[in-house]
């Protein structure tokens, strides 16, 4: 009894399973009410599905729309946009088949792909004064740099970093030590002098001629004033041509100095 139960039980399975494998749809047919209908080739899309009597009907995907595997949507889908703002061009455009592959802009390396068509990127690495480039970026990886040792130097866009230039082997005088980032900067020593003996002769140039300046402009301020005094002893001189009784006597004060002029008849007036 148990083995009649048991060879039931192994051929409602197998029964099962051919039924299964029979009422299954292929794999480029999708099923509707019972039915297995043909899905759409890439580039098109379901229109209006099968029935007993018709297969499906497929139209042409519209512009800037796709369909790149069979399908049984009734809608494409739409092309992808190469935004360049994000630093992506386009490499590929976009078919009724096939979807617009993007690629990085030069400067750019891609971080994200969607099958073979890139959707971010990100701008190469600079490397900094004092560094080379080990490897240059590409559109897949970025830039790699390494710092500079040694006697050398690179502003950051060599391949390599380059020694320092020696200015004695050229007969020069070193005028700025080389680093890591710039060149030695080398100059004649005939002239390195001359301009600094013209630097000096120049500089005491123009002390003499401040400091003359400076004299002239006080001496100039003193003879001022003592005019002014002698203006008005000559004046008092004048105005005493003709006998006075009493001499007048006047009084001239100039930066907290007073002076004192006399008014007296001149000599020479009472001689004649």
């Not at 320092?164 to 002239?191: A, F, R, V, W």
Request: charged share 20%; glycine share 6%.
């Amino acid at each position: 009894m148990i083995k009649l139960r048991f060879i039931v039980s192994i051929a409602a399975v197998v029964a099962l399973s051919v039924k299964l494998c029979f009422s299954a749809c292929a794999r480029a047919e999708y099923e509707v009410n019972g039915e297995c209908c043909p899905m759409c080739a890439p580039g098109n899309h379901v229109y209006w599905d099968c029935s007993i009597d018709t297969s499906t009907t497929c139209v042409p995907c519209p512009a800037s729309t796709y369909s790149d595997e069979p399908s049984s949507s009734s809608k494409c889908f739409s092309c992808s946009v190469c935004e360049q703002g994000k630093g992506l061009r386009v490499k590929r455009t976009c078919t009724r088949s096939a979807d617009t592959v993007c690629e990085p802009l030069d400067g750019f390396y891609c971080i994200e792909r969607n099958k073979e068509s890139c959707r971010f990127t990100v701008r190469h690495s600079e490397c900094s004064p004092g560094q080379y480039i080990i490897q240059a970026g590409t559109s897949s990886i970025d830039t790699v740099c390494a710092d500079c040792t040694g006697d050398t130097y690179s502003d950051g866009s060599f391949s390599s970093c380059l020694p320092h230039t020696k200015c004695e082997d050229m007969g020069l005088t070193e005028t700025n030590q080389g680093i890591y980032s710039s060149d030695t900067e080398c100059g004649n020593p005939h002239t390195a002098v001359a301009i600094i003996a013209l630097s000096i002769a120049v500089t005491l140039i123009l002390s003499v001629f401040a400091v003359i300046l400076i004299l002239k402009k006080k001496q100039s301020q003193n003879s001022g004033n003592f005019d002014s005094i002698h203006m008005k002893e000559f004046s008092c001189l004048m105005s005493s041509s003709y006998p006075k009784k009493n001499p007048l006597k006047q009084t001239e004060g100039h930066l907290g100095f007073s002076y004192e002029v006399l008014c007296v008849p001149s000599l020479k007036k009472e001689k004649m």
